[in-house]
Each structure stands twice: as structure tokens, then as C-alpha cells.
């Protein structure tokens, strides 16, 4: 599995990807959610992986993804980086194009 970057851009932007533990996730963000896009802050923040729990990390990974194409979605086209469905279904495909590259 690919690492979760700490910044990346989108155009002219810098989006900031910051990890929280557990409790100041569910804290600042909400205790029902794994991850979240704040377009006033260009900061995505997802929680970390609790250690041991079998499929953590490829959660958090599909989190990231999914929070990158609301992220993608606020520069491209606004009106849509809210529509849930579309992040995720964008979200999904772009998380399997980066498991599953292959390069000969």
C-alpha cells in the first residue's frame, strides 16, 4: 500500500493532510466519521489507525482518497465537492489505480 502524503497541490493550492489520534479526531471532527475535507483550511484530516485492528490502514488509505476527490472536486467544480456519491465512487477508482499500477 502507498503512503498518505502530508501535502500535495491541486492547481495553485496546497492541501494540507494531517493525522489525528482517535480521541482529538473525534474531538475536533466528529466521533462518527474517519476523515474530513475543510475547504476554508485546505486541510484534509482523517484519523489514524487504531494499531492491531485488521484493515486499518487500507481504511484510512480509501479515506484518503475519498477526502482528496472532495479536495479535487472544491478546485475543479465546486458545486459537486459535496456530492457524496460522486466522492466516493471517484474516491474508490482513484484508491484502485494506485493499488494495482503495475509498470514493466
Known sequence: MKRIPSSFQLGSYTIKVVMLDVEAFSKKISPDAYGMFDPNTLTIYLCKPPVGLKGAR??????FWHEYCHALLFVVWPK???NEKLVDAMGHSLAQLMNTSKFD
Open 58 to 63: 487500507q481504511h484510512t488509505y480509501q479515506c
Open 80 to 82: 459537486l465537492y459535496a
